[in-house]
């Protein structure tokens, strides 16, 4: 069982930066891959990034890559998502989730899920 707190949200302006957090609870957390998704109002939650268990491997979807970076700290339970440059197309609700294995971008394929943190980029 994993249960995951997504923290960092918030309104910025386009250009700058957030580093979003996910705190887990959990003895198994080192053990799972991570992955960040976003749902924006009237949207389907879509992929932004995922990270194996060990931290060595990431992805990213086409949107986002070169301005975010997913890192973890297992000794802390914690999953990051840095988000530099952002645009008011970034706008939406950011969750972190947990499931296995590595390398699903469809959220059906995750097994635990955070309440969700809202970012707002205005122009």
């Known amino acids: 069982q994993v249960q995951l707190l997504e923290s960092g949200g918030g309104l910025v302006q386009a250009g700058d930066s957030l580093r979003l957090s996910c705190a887990a609870s959990?003895?198994?957390?080192?053990?799972?891959?991570m992955g960040w998704f976003r749902q924006a109002p009237g949207k389907e939650r879509e992929f932004v990034a995922l990270?194996?268990?060990?931290?060595?491997?990431?992805y990213y979807a086409d949107s986002v890559k070169g301005r975010f970076t997913v890192s973890r700290d297992n000794a802390k339970n914690t999953v990051y998502l840095q988000m530099n440059s952002l645009k008011p197309e970034d706008t939406a609700v950011y969750y972190c989730?947990?499931?296995?294995?590595?390398?699903?971008?469809?959220?059906?394929?995750?097994?635990?899920w955070g309440q969700g943190t809202q970012v707002t980029v205005s122009s």
């Open positions: 989730a947990a499931g296995r294995p590595y390398g699903n971008t469809r959220y059906g394929a995750y097994d635990y």
């Open positions: 959990g003895r198994t957390f080192s053990t799972y891959p």
């Open positions: 990270i194996s268990w060990s931290g060595g491997s990431t």
